[in-house]
C-alpha cells in the first residue's frame, strides 16, 4: 500500500523541481556575439545601481548582476571553480581582491586600463584595479577643536588630551581594515598598545560611521575615526552638519589616513571578456569617476577630475607604504580587539 | 465516550501502535526517504571534502585549540538557554490561549504566534536601534538623566532575541496538542481522585511532550544555524566564526572545520531529542465525537495574564514593527523616496511557494517512515535531514555552489537550484508537523479501510490525507515564511538579477539607509503574517473550547 505515496512524492518532486528549471537565466544577446556580463557586485546596489544602468545604455552591453556581500561572493567564486558564470567581481575592498589574485581567478588586466590609477591603488601583479578610494579622517566638531589642536598621527589620539572625546565604530569593516593596517605598519605590539590606550582613554563606541558623523555634528562627542565620506554625504542632505564638522586628514602618510580601494577584476576564463573590459574601462572613465566623486563622494582614482573644495588631493595623502591587497588578515584585527576589550 | 485506557497506560501492550501486517516500508517510499536523506547530506559531504583539503595540522590545530572548546561551550550554552526559556513562554502561553478564559482569547491567539515572522537580521538591527546603550529608548529616558542603557550586546542581547523570534517554533505545535487532547482523559483523571496540578503532571504534560520536544529541537537547531542575531548583538557564537572564518581569511579549511564541529552538535542535539521523546506512541483511541474541553476561569488572574500576554507581544512584535515604521517615517521626513519593486514582492512569494512546496513533498517519506516505521532506517534519514538545518545558511549555499557549479551547471543558479537549498537547509521545519499529525491517524483505521477493499492509493486520497491536511497546512505556512525570510542562499542561488524583499531590505541595511530598508521589511513581515494569522485562525477554530 505504500507504493503510491512514494511514487507520487517522487512524481511531484521531479515535477516541482523541473518546472523551475525551465525558469532559468535568459539575457538577450550582445552585438558582438558574447552574452551578457555578469557581475558579481560585493558593493551594494544603492551605490553602484545607476553607474551600472549607465553603462549599459552607453555600450549596448547587457549586465546581470548578483549583489551579495563582499568576501561571501569571493568564497563563491572560489567553490564555482572553473565553472564561475561571473566575468567581473567587484569588490568593497581591495582584501577581497588580493584573496582573488592570489588564487588564480583573475585574468590579467592590459596596461592601458592598469596605468590610469596609482601604483598604490592597483595589483602588483596586474590582475585587479581600484575603481574609487576611501579615505580614513578624523572627523572633528569645530566649535570645540581648535585647528591647532589636532593631531599630525593617528596614534596621538592616545592620552589625556583626546580622553573621552572620540567615538570610533569597532564592528564596521573599514575601521577592522585600519587596525590591520595599523598593525603592519606599526607592528602588533604597538597596535596592542593604541587600542588598549584608546580604550582606556573611553574611546565611545557608535554603530557605524554616519551615527559617528551625526554625533559629532550635535557635539556628543568632539572627534571620531571615519570614511571621508560620511560627512560629504551627510552634509549634502542636513547643512547644518557640515557646518558644524569638519574632516582632518592625518599627516606624513599617517596610517591613520589610509586610504582603502573598492575596485573590479575580470575573472579567469570569462566568456564575455570583452563586455567585461568594457565595464571595467568605464568604471574607470570619465563618466564613471565622477559618479563615484559626485554621487558616492569617494575618491576617483584615474584622470584629473577635481574632487569637493574640502578635501585634498588623493595624491597629497601620503600613503602608508603597503600593498593593499595584504589587508586580508582580518582574523588577526578581530583577534586583537577581542583581546584588548575593544569587542 | 471513548476508552482513554491507550493513553493512560502508555507501556501497556495496547499502547503500541497496532503493526500494519508488513514491518518493512515499501521499497518506493524507503527510497524516497533516503533520496531526500541524501540530498539533506550533502552539505555535510562539502565540508568534509574541504576540511580535507585542509590538512591535518590545520585540522588539529582547529580541533584542539582553546578558542574552539570556548566557542563551543557558549554555543552550547546559548542552545540551552534559547530552548529551555521558549519551552517556558509557550507552554503557559499555549494553555493560556487555548484553555482559558484570558480576555481577547482569540486576538492572542493570532498575534502570539507572528513574531516568528520577523527575520532575525531585522529583529537585530531593530532591537539594538531600540535599546542599545544610546538607542531610541535611551533617547526617551535622557530627559530623566538616563545617559546609556546597559548594553544588550552578548550573550543576554542574543540570547532574549533569538528567544522572542524562535519560541513560536514551539507555541505552535504545542497549541496544536493540547487542541487535540481528548478532555475525557482529564476528566478521568479528576473523577479518580487526582488534584488539577496531579492531572496536569501525569496526564496533560505527558501527552504534550512530543509536541515540546520537537518544537524545542526546532529552537535549539535554529539557535546553532543563526548568523543575523548573533553578528549583531556580537555574541561569539560558531555561526559567526564560520562567517568571519570566510570574511577574514578567505579560509574556506577552517570554516569547513568549525561546521563539522557544528554538525557534530547537531547529532548531539538529536540525540538527546530522541531521549526525551521517549517510545510511548499515542494514537487518540478512537477519533470519536470528541468533546471540547472546559475552559479554566482565571478568575483574579486575569488580567495579570493578560499583561504577561501584552508585554511578550510588545517586546516580540511591536518593537521590531515600531522600529521599522519609525525607519519609514524618518525617510519620509528626508524626503526619500521609499518605495520598493513590486517585482521583489512577487519574487519573494514565487521562491516562498516554490520552497515550501518542494519542501512538503519531500518531508513526506521522512515523516511516514518515522511515524510508521520507527527504526534504524527512518532514525537515520530523519538524522540526515536535520543536517541541513542546524548549519548556517552560508554553509548550505556554498555546498550547493560547490557541486552546483561544478556538476549540474545547467541548473546552477536557477530557480531549481534554489528550491532545492531551501528544501535542503528547512526541511525538518515540515516532518515535524508531518510527522506529529501522521501518527495521530491511527494505523487501525487505514488498515479497516483496506480490509474493506479499498486500495492503498484510496485509502491515501480518502483516509490519511484528509486527516493529515491540517498538519500539512501548518508545515506548508512555516515553510513559506522560513523562506522568505532566508538569505545567503538566495543571494548566492538564485538566478542572477532574481532580487527578493529579504535581498533588498539586506541591500539597503548594508548601505546603512534603514529607510531604504524599511518599506521592503514592512512588505516582507506582512505577507508572511498573511498565511500564518490564516492558518492560525482556522486552528483557533478548530481547538476552540466551549466557553
Known amino acids: 500500500m505504500r507504493k503510491r505515496p512514494a511514487g507520487l512524492v517522487l512524481g511531484l518532486t521531479l515535477a516541482v523541481v523541473a518546472a523551475a528549471c525551465g525558469n532559468g537565466q535568459d539575457g538577450a544577446e550582445v552585438p558582438d556575439g558574447e552574452g551578457p556580463v555578469t557581475v558579481y557586485s560585493g558593493r551594494s546596489e544603492e551605490l553602484v545601481g545607476p553607474i551600472i544602468e549607465q553603462f549599459e545604455e552607453s555600450s549596448g552591453v547587457d549586465v546581470e548582476v548578483r549583489y551579495g556581500d563582499t568576501a561571501e561572493l569571493a568564497a563563491q567564486i572560489l567553490e564555482e571553480g572553473g565553472n564561475s558564470p561571473a566575468d567581473i567581481f567587484f569588490a568593497q575592498d581591495a582584501g577581497a581582491l588580493g584573496a582573488l589574485a592570489s588564487a588564480g581567478r583573475f585574468a590579467s588586466l592590459p596596461d592601458e586600463t592598469l596605468e590610469q590609477v596609482p601604483d598604490a591603488y592597483r595589483s602588483p601583479d596586474g590582475l585587479w584595479v581600484g575603481t574609487s578610494g576611501r579615505a580614513r579622517v578624523l572627523v572633528y566638531n569645530v566649535e570645540a577643536v581648535e585647528e591647532s589642536a589636532l593631531p599630525d598621527s593617528v596614534l596621538d589620539l592616545i592620552g589625556d588630551a583626546w580622553s573621552g572625546r572620540v567615538g570610533w565604530a569597532p564592528t564596521n569593516g573599514s575601521f577592522q581594515a585600519f587596525i590591520t593596517a595599523l598593525r603592519l605598519v606599526e607592528g602588533e605590539d604597538e597596535a596592542r598598545a593604541w587600542l588598549e590606550g584608546m580604550e582606556a582613554g573611553g574611546a565611545q563606541d557608535y554603530e557605524g560611521n554616519s551615527q559617528i558623523v551625526q554625533a559629532v555634528a550635535a557635539g556628543e562627542i568632539d572627534a571620531g575615526l571615519v570614511n571621508h565620506y560620511y560627512l560629504l554625504e551627510l552634509g549634502s542632505e542636513d547643512a547644518s552638519i557640515k557646518e558644524n564638522a569638519a574632516n582632518h586628514f592625518f599627516q606624513d602618510g599617517d596610517v591613520g589616513s589610509i586610504v582603502n580601494a573598492a575596485g573590479v577584476g575580470i575573472i579567469e576564463g570569462s566568456d564575455a571578456p570583452q563586455g567585461a573590459q568594457a565595464f571595467v574601462d568605464f568604471m574607470l572613465s570619465r563618466t564613471g569617476e565622477q559618479y563615484f566623486d559626485e554621487e558616492v563622494y569617494e575618491y576617483p582614482l584615474s584622470g584629473d577630475l577635481s574632487q569637493d573644495p574640502s578635501l585634498p588631493d588623493l595624491d597629497e595623502i601620503q600613503q602608508p607604504d603597503i600593498d593593499l591587497s595584504d589587508l586580508s588578515d582580518l582574523e588577526g584585527t578581530l583577534a586583537l580587539l577581542r583581546d584588548t576589550g575593544v569587542l | ?547
Open chain 2, 1 to 547: 465516550m471513548s476508552t482513554p485506557l491507550e493513553v493512560l497506560k502508555p507501556d501497556a501492550a495496547l499502547a503500541a501502535p497496532r503493526r500494519a501486517p508488513s514491518r518493512r516500508p515499501s521499497p518506493l517510499l524507503a527510497g524516497g526517504g533516503i533520496v531526500v536523506a541524501a540530498a539533506a547530506a550533502l552539505p555535510t559531504a562539502y565540508l568534509l571534502i574541504r576540511s580535507g583539503t585542509a590538512g591535518l595540522t590545520v585540522l588539529g590545530d582547529t580541533l584542539l585549540s582553546a578558542k574552539t572548546a570556548g566557542l563551543l561551550m557558549r554555543t552550547t550554552l546559548l542552545c540551552v538557554a534559547v530552548t529551555a526559556t521558549a519551552i517556558a513562554i509557550s507552554v503557559p502561553l499555549a494553555w493560556l490561549t487555548v484553555r482559558t478564559d484570558l480576555p481577547g482569547r482569540r486576538t492572542w491567539v493570532v498575534v502570539s504566534a507572528l513574531p516568528l515572522v520577523i527575520p532575525s537580521f531585522v529583529g537585530g538591527y531593530a532591537f539594538v536601534a531600540a535599546l542599545g546603550p544610546r538607542g531610541i529608548v535611551q533617547g526617551w529616558l535622557e530627559p530623566l538623566g538616563v545617559d546609556r542603557l546597559p548594553s544588550i550586546y552578548g550573550f543576554g542581547g542574543a540570547w532574549l532575541v533569538l528567544t522572542l523570534f524562535t519560541y513560536p517554533l514551539v507555541l505552535l505545535p504545542v497549541r496544536a496538542a493540547l487542541g487535540g487532547l481528548d478532555p475525557a482523559l482529564e476528566e478521568a483523571a479528576r473523577s479518580l481522585g487526582r488534584s488539577r496540578l496531579e492531572t496536569l503532571v501525569h496526564v496533560t504534560m505527558p501527552q504534550l511532550r512530543p509536541a515540546i520536544v520537537s518544537g524545542g529541537l526546532l529552537v535549539a537547531l535554529y539557535t546553532l544555524s543563526d548568523f543575523g542575531a548573533v553578528s549583531l548583538l556580537r555574541f561569539d557564537s560558531f555561526t559567526r566564526a564560520i562567517y568571519i572564518a570566510y570574511r577574514s581569511s578567505f579560509d574556506r579549511g577552517v570554516a569547513a572545520i568549525l561546521g563539522l564541529v557544528l554538525v557534530a552538535l547537531a547529532a548531539l542535539v538529536f540525540v538527546a531529542e530522541a531521549r526525551t521523546r521517549g517510545r510511548t506512541v499515542y494514537h487518540p483511541a478512537h477519533r470519536g465525537p470528541q468533546r471540547r474541553p472546559r475552559i479554566t476561569r482565571l478568575g483574579t488572574w486575569r488580567w495579570p495574564a493578560f499583561a504577561a500576554c501584552g508585554a511578550l507581544v510588545t517586546v516580540a512584535l511591536l518593537l521590531p514593527i515600531g522600529v521599522i515604521v519609525l525607519w519609514l517615517g524618518r525617510g519620509a521626513a528626508a524626503g526619500e523616496s521609499f518605495g520598493f519593486a513590486f517585482g521583489a514582492a512577487v519574487r519573494s512569494v514565487e521562491a516562498s511557494l516554490l520552497g515550501a512546496s518542494a519542501g512538503l513533498v519531500c518531508a513526506w517519506p521522512v515523516a511516514y517512515l518515522s511515524a510508521r516505521y520507527p527504526g534504524r532506517l527512518s532514525r537515520s534519514v530523519e538524522g540526515a535531514s536535520y543536517a541541513g538545518y542546524a548549519l548556517p545558511g552560508i554553509v548550505v549555499a556554498l555546498a550547493l555552489v560547490f557541486f552546483g557549479a561544478r556538476y549540474t551547471p545547467a541548473v546552477y543558479q536557477t530557480l531549481g537550484i534554489l528550491t532545492f537549498a531551501y528544501v535542503v537547509h528547512f526541511l525538518p521545519q515540515a516532518t515535524g508537523t508531518l510527522r506529529a499529525s501522521i501518527s495521530q491517524v491511527h494505523p487501525a483505521i487505514e488498515e479497516a479501510a483496506r480490509s474493506l477493499g479499498a486500495s492503498p492509493r484510496e485509502v491515501l486520497r480518502r483516509i490519511t490525507l484528509p486527516l493529515v491536511r491540517p498538519g500539512a497546512l501548518t508545515a506548508f505556512a512555516l515553510l513559506f515564511l522560513t523562506v522568505m525570510k532566508e538569505l545567503p542562499a538566495t543571494l548566492l542561488l538564485a538566478p542572477t538579477g532574481f532580487s527578493t524583499l529579504a535581498t533588498e531590505v539586506w541591500d539597503a541595511a548594508s548601505a546603512a539607509s534603514f529607510a531604504q530598508a524599511a518599506a521592503p521589511a514592512l512588505a516582507l513581515v506582512l505577507l508572511s503574517s498573511a498565511p500564518m494569522a490564516l492558518l492560525v485562525v482556522r486552528e483557533g477554530q478548530a481547538i476552540s473550547p466551549t466557553s
